[in-house]
């Protein structure tokens, strides 16, 4: 089992800047990321990164204005978001894997094993 408990949400007005952590106990995760879900929508792929070697992908939507990095002395992943726009309101969730899958299957959310609580984040107009 894997425990992720987030933090960094909140309110932010546009072209601002927030950064989530997540903090992951129990076994070795082999990779984390970043979904979100804005309210009457599906859940979306935001950023990933594998544990081993700190490869990251990223959606097309946040490329360049998100960066998602790892501290794996602490198990903590990070994701600096910069450049807000009202359209990245949602809740954020963090994702983590023990199994070894691609980028490609990573980005799809049923291919994830645990899962945190969500934090909301709201970017004002």
């Known amino acids: 089992q894997v425990r992720l408990v987030e933090s960094g949400g909140g309110l932010v007005q546009a072209g601002g800047s927030l950064r989530l952590s997540c903090i992951a106990s129990g076994r070795t995760v082999t990779a984390m990321g970043w979904f979100r879900q804005a309210p009457g929508k599906g859940r979306e792929f935001v950023a990933l990164?594998?544990?081993?070697?700190?490869?990251?992908d990223y959606s097309d939507s946040v490329q360049g204005r998100f960066t998602i990095s790892r501290d794996d002395a602490i198990n903590t992943q990070y994701l600096q978001m910069d450049s807000l726009n009202p359209d990245d309101t949602a809740d954020y969730y963090c994702a983590a894997t023990t199994y070894f899958w691609d980028s490609y299957h990573l980005k799809q959310s049923q291919n994830w094993l645990y899962w945190g609580q969500g934090t909301l984040v709201t970017v004002s107009s």
């Open positions: 990164i594998y544990w081993a070697d700190g490869v990251a």
